[in-house]
């Protein structure tokens, strides 16, 4: 197996901001409410490619209290 097979491609914040079209704070947003899968690389957070695309196949998921603010 080749070396770039067994390691997955882990996105950038800034990578799945562009992504999903929004911004980069929303993407926390949704890391720190476990909406968006991520993986923790110290005080880096990454997202993984896979976990991404199959978040946005099933849907995505609202934040909490839709669109109203507080």
């Known amino acids: 197996m ?3 097979q067994e390691f997955k ?3 950038k914040v800034p990578e799945v ?3 999903l079209d929004t911004s980069e ?3 926390y947003t949704m ?3 476990g ?3 991520g993986v923790r690389l110290g005080r880096q957070i990454r997202v993984d ?3 991404l695309e199959e978040f946005i196949r ?3 998921q609202a934040l909490p209290g839709g669109w109203k603010r507080d």
């Open 58 to 60: 099933n849907g995505g």
């Open 2 to 4: 080749a070396l770039s």
């Open 25 to 27: 704070g929303r993407v």
């Open 17 to 19: 901001a562009r992504i």
């Open 49 to 51: 490619r896979e976990a």
């Open 35 to 37: 909406i968006l899968p």
């Open 31 to 33: 890391l720190r409410e």
């Open 9 to 11: 491609r882990l996105l």
